[in-house]
């Protein structure tokens, strides 16, 4: 399984980005997907996850009410759509990946597949 993830860049706080990833070689619905980060000098925490069936979603509490998560079976490609950023959500954003059903807080994993990661920044 081969992960793309898209979308990162600079933005002001407050301000909103959606992050892509798309599956390549495999279906999206036979997949648990999520996102991680990592800070600088931090270690990667998890941001949010999807169950493969789409109908069970887990966020951090940092994110949470902020961040969502969502598919696109057709295109096999998993968002995370980030809204009122602030300074604090600087990292890189890895997308993740996991041939098991994880549902509710098995969400957090283990995760099999990684992207490449994406760099958001927000400036203060």
């Known amino acids: 399984v081969q992960l793309q993830a898209s979308g990162g860049g600079l933005v002001r706080a407050g301000g909103s980005l959606r992050l892509s990833c798309q599956l390549r070689?495999?279906?999206?619905?036979?997949?648990?997907t999520g996102w991680f980060r990592q800070a600088p000098g931090k270690e990667r925490d998890f941001v949010a996850a999807v169950s493969w069936d789409g109908d069970n979603t887990l966020y951090s509490d940092s994110v949470k009410g902020r961040f969502t998560i969502s598919r696109d079976s057709a295109k096999n490609t998993v968002y995370l759509q980030m809204n009122s950023l602030k300074f604090e959500d600087t990292a890189v954003y890895y997308c993740a990946a996991a041939s098991t059903y994880y549902s509710g807080t098995n969400l957090l994993g283990p995760y099999d597949y990684w992207g490449q990661g994406t760099q958001v920044t927000v400036s203060s």
């Open positions: 070689g495999r279906i999206i619905g036979s997949y648990t």
